[in-house]
């Protein structure tokens, strides 16, 4: 127990009224909050130093503590309140007496909406394992002052026949950089030059360039982030792309089109880490930045995830009550260990773990619906290297039997009644999985041009290698557990067969001849055993033309040295670069070694 949760709780002991009790139990759980908001809100700064120094692994460890820092918080107070004070978990007219206090406390501050999800989130914990939902649910919050609004955006007009050169190195101030730059003024010529591409389109004319006041951090990126606006009104995303050489900083990219933006910033990636505290107008920005992109997902993009939470609850709502529709089974296979389900306008995929798998389950023992939720809690807090769907994951949650098919609901009653039930007219749900929607690769070959089909199946083996470089292995690699999204990226979405690569056993049969009658020597091994010469029978895909396209571009993936190094490399703490952006996108830097190839 650290001093400050010791003093609140012999306080509390020593309490000699109701009220008083209340007044230090608010006040308590409003001073972890502050001291979780303070730790958070230094991260930023402290990935900036991460890139600045060339230390990858320090900005991977920043986004692991970033997204457990506000759990481990809420978690530890709330059983130090159980402890404290028990009544409060007993008794909720009591804790409805802390939480309007409470609010009392935290009305006028900006982060006012944050630290009433904290509030909610401690409670949550409190009632683990029993069957009491707690609202997801905003606090009222103002709109965005036009001051603040102004905090989180830089804008540099664009007057006719002005040299561009100037406007652009001043946008590659705006992250504010104490480290030298490999070569600035060749940088600045070179943006200039794809920006002058990107212009080409003489029918309108670019009049601003609008940055956001901050740089994005993640792994050994940095990002200057904004949009290109046009006389027409229309606009265009616009990125650079940093990496820092040992000779200094430099731009690798230019990312200035609808896909490549949300490729970027998709939530199969790690968060970003955002020197700028103003997260409701940098989330906004973002959204018009990329207005398809649903609000919640830029929260979670910038390590809001709670508030990002809250934000795709409301749009699940909303979803339902505009479309007139109700939750149905998803589109695709029925899983073998969970229930998915969607209402077919929505642009999210909803789970929920089966309380046994079904006779498709081939991994042996069901290992239970708490180790499962562990693995999609895991790809959760990794970086998800831009091949994983991101798992927004509830506790506790009561939704409306309305919004539920019929049969639907009565197959979550009977098939995952550990996790679902039924109580005063509300579906109770002690834990709920939701990610974005993407088309299965099956379903979406059904239907693809052989060009689309070829693009996806090279996508494909870039999913298996970036996710390989973050130490995940899938070792389902049965097709139907990928998907692919508008922008033809595939990324795998079901995890109850992940494992850390760093475990598996790689072995092969190479220059066995079929019926030979030894076993051999890994038959008898035990744990995950993978031999990479299977992968493409793995897949189940029976177009002989595809996978002779896997095999020629992804030919590594089915050989032992491939995986071997990889491996090692994992061991060494060495970060392997993921690829997140096409080549073309990339600066010519002529006469000095390769780069990396991204993040």
């Not at 127990?1 to 139990?25: F, K, P, Q, T, W």
């Not at 002690?430 to 088309?439: F, S």
């Not at 993921?578 to 190839?597: F, M, N, S, V």
């Amino acid at each position: 127990m650290n001093d400050r949760s010791a003093h609140y709780a012999s306080r509390i002991a020593a309490a000699g009224s109701i009220d008083e009790r209340v007044d230090l139990a608010a006040r308590w759980i409003l001073a972890e909050f502050d001291a979780y908001y303070v730790e958070s809100r230094n991260i930023p700064a402290l990935a900036k130093s991460a890139f600045e120094r060339r230390d990858p692994a320090t900005s991977l460890d920043l986004s692991l503590r970033r997204l457990s820092v506000y759990s481990v918080s809420a978690l530890a107070l709330a059983r130090r309140l159980r402890r404290a004070l028990p009544s409060a978990a007993e008794d909720e007219r009591f804790w409805e007496r802390i939480e309007a206090h409470y609010l009392t406390l935290i009305e006028g501050r900006y982060e006012s909406d944050l630290a009433f999800a904290y509030i909610h989130s401690v409670r949550r914990m409190m009632y683990e394992g029993m069957w009491k939902p707690v609202e997801y649910v905003f606090l009222h919050h103002r709109e965005p002052a036009s001051e603040r609004s102004a905090a989180v955006r830089i804008d540099f007009p664009i007057a006719p026949g002005a040299a561009l050169a100037t406007l652009v190195d001043r946008v590659l101030d705006v992250p504010r950089f104490e480290r030298i730059w490999r070569d600035r003024d060749g940088d600045v010529r070179r943006v200039v030059e794809r920006l002058e591409s990107i212009f080409g389109d003489r029918t309108r004319r670019p009049i601003e360039i609008q940055m956001t006041d901050a740089g994005f951090f993640r792994n050994r990126g940095a990002y200057v982030v904004g949009r290109i606006v046009f006389d027409d009104s229309s606009a265009t995303p616009l990125i650079l792309a940093l990496l820092n050489h040992d000779a200094g900083i430099y731009v690798q990219a230019v990312l200035a089109g609808e896909a490549d933006a949300h490729n970027l910033f998709s939530s199969t990636l790690a968060n970003f880490h955002v020197t700028n505290s103003h997260y409701h107008e940098l989330a906004a920005f973002l959204h018009t930045v990329m207005p398809t992109r649903r609000l919640g997902l830029h929260y979670s993009t910038i390590g809001f995830n709670h508030v990002g939470k809250v934000a795709v609850m409301n749009e699940l709502r909303e979803e339902l009550a505009t479309h007139r529709e109700v939750f149905n089974t998803a589109v695709g296979f029925r899983g073998s260990v969970a229930i998915g389900f969607a209402a077919p306008s929505s642009d999210y995929n909803l789970k929920v773990i089966r309380d046994v798998p079904t006779d498709q389950y081939k991994w042996g023992e069901f290992p239970g619906i708490r180790a499962v939720l562990d693995k999609y809690r895991r790809v959760h807090e990794i970086d998800r290297t831009g091949s994983m769907l991101d798992n927004i994951i509830y506790y506790n949650l009561e939704l409306d039997p309305a919004w539920f098919e019929p049969e639907l609901l009565a197959e979550l009653l009977r098939d995952a009644g550990e996790s679902v039930s039924l109580r005063d007219d509300a579906v109770i749900l002690k834990h709920l999985i939701v990610q974005r929607r993407v088309r299965p690769l099956p379903v979406f070959l059904r239907d693809a041009t052989p060009e689309e089909a070829r693009e996806v199946i090279v996508n494909l083996g870039h999913c298996i290698k970036n996710n390989a470089a973050a130490n995940v292995f899938n070792k389902d690699l049965d097709a139907r557990n990928y998907g692919v999204s508008r922008f033809q990226k595939v990324f795998l979405f079901d995890y109850d067969a992940l494992e850390p690569l760093t475990r598996v056993k790689i072995r092969s049969n190479v220059g066995r001849f079929d019926g030979e009658d030894d076993v051999p020597d890994w038959f008898y091994e035990d744990g995950v055993i993978f031999l990479p010469e299977e992968i493409e029978s793995g897949f189940r895909i029976h177009d002989r033309g595809l996978r002779r396209l896997f095999r020629d571009v992804h030919g590594d993936l089915l050989t032992t040295g491939y995986w071997e190094r990889l491996q090692d490399d994992l061991e060494r703490g060495r970060v392997p670069g993921i690829r997140l952006y096409p080549e073309q996108r990339k600066l010519d830097h002529p006469g000095w070694p390769d780069a990396p190839a991204g993040e």
